[in-house]
């Protein structure tokens, strides 16, 4: 299918208020910032997106919104499908493709494991038929999914199961499987990079589009990484690279997920809490975070 995901990508945060209902009100300030900082796909309800602390309800109300919200926009909504309920995917998969999304990803079940590679490509199979007018992407996660197969073989045989089976969200740190990944199919299959402080390897084995979380508030030292890449100059992208690093280390200090909504609250964004089971920051920590972020020079971007 002709959709690739080239540039910068973001995961995006399920908004929700101070009770932890969605607030879906939001939707329009993310999409107003990732417009404004020139972000123009998205993916929704994913691990940024607190997934699997949503309801199937839940899930089809965002993306209900945010298509309508992105509708006469040039942003390209990615609506990430997958559950532990493989019926809840589909319905998931079937009103993305209703609703005019780009393409839908999809987590493999995770509760009950998948044992073998011909039973994940079964999983995606039954998925990816329920919008078979959109391209599918299987998410690859193994750190979070604990499921772990070759992606390479994955790819070889969900191609002759899956008619409109596009590529791969890679968020596996394994670059030597990357690259095989992106030889595959002679090189037809498309590779989100998924792993955002190794982006600049990632560029260097062939990527050309990224797609995380830390894109939502560090999209100009990304875009600088990748500009200073393209002219050869390595030592600036290697010091871009750094920096997206140490900010990105902050904030796993705080526990990931938490801090990074903290972050866009700091920046006009009002994406509120996480669910449980993730912590949230107190008051306290949010102004620790704040000082380390401006130690950093992070609101001089």
């Given at each position: 299918m002709a959709f690739r995901i080239t540039g910068l990508a973001a995961a995006m945060h399920t908004p929700f208020d101070g009770s932890g209902a969605l607030n879906l009100s939001v939707v329009e300030k993310?999409?107003?910032?990732?417009?404004?900082?020139?972000?123009?796909?998205?993916?929704?309800?994913g691990t940024t997106g607190e997934c699997h602390s949503l309801s199937v309800e839940e899930r089809t109300a965002l993306s209900e919104r945010w298509l309508a919200v992105a509708r006469g926009t040039p942003l390209e909504?990615?609506?990430?499908?997958?559950?532990?309920?493989?019926?809840?995917?589909?319905?998931?998969?079937?009103?993305?493709?209703?609703?005019?999304?780009?393409?839908?990803a999809s987590l493999p079940p995770c509760?009950?494991?998948?044992?073998?590679?011909?039973?994940?490509?079964?999983?995606?199979?039954?998925?990816?038929?329920?919008?078979?007018?959109?391209?599918?992407?299987?998410?690859?996660?193994?750190?979070?999914?604990?499921?772990?197969?070759?992606?390479?073989?994955?790819?070889?045989?969900?191609?002759?199961?899956?008619?409109n089976l596009s590529?791969?969200?890679?968020?596996?740190?394994?670059?030597?499987?990357?690259?095989?990944?992106?030889?595959?199919?002679?090189?037809?299959?498309?590779?989100?990079?998924?792993?955002?402080?190794?982006?600049l390897p990632a560029l260097s084995l062939g990527a050309t589009g990224a797609l995380g979380s830390s894109y939502n508030f560090m999209t100009e030292p990304y875009r600088?990484?990748?500009?200073?890449?393209?002219?050869?100059?390595?030592?600036?992208?290697?010091?871009?690279?750094?920096?997206?690093?140490?900010?990105?280390?902050?904030?796993?200090?705080?526990g990931y997920i938490a801090a990074a909504k903290a972050v866009m609250e700091i920046l006009g964004v009002p994406v509120g809490p996480p669910r449980l089971p993730h912590r949230n920051l107190t008051s306290q920590q949010v102004q620790e975070l704040r000082a380390g972020l401006e130690k950093l020079g992070f609101f001089n971007l």
């Open positions: 993310q999409v107003e910032r990732l417009l404004a900082v020139g972000v123009h796909v998205v993916l929704l309800g909504v990615v609506v990430h499908i997958g559950s532990n309920c493989l019926g809840d995917a589909k319905t998931l998969a079937a009103q993305a493709q209703r609703l005019g999304a780009q393409a839908i509760y009950f494991k998948v044992d073998t590679l011909e039973i994940l490509v079964a999983c995606s199979a039954e998925v990816a038929a329920a919008a078979p007018e959109l391209p599918f992407y299987y998410y690859d996660i193994p750190a979070l999914s604990t499921v772990k197969f070759s992606m390479v073989d994955y790819l070889e045989r969900a191609a002759a199961k899956i008619p590529g791969i969200k890679f968020s596996s740190s394994d670059l030597i499987a990357y690259q095989q990944c992106l030889h595959s199919g002679d090189g037809r299959f498309d590779l989100p990079w998924g792993v955002d402080e190794l982006l600088r990484l990748m500009a200073a890449f393209q002219s050869g100059d390595l030592p600036s992208a290697r010091r871009e690279q750094y920096y997206a690093v140490k900010i990105i280390h902050l904030l796993a200090g705080y």
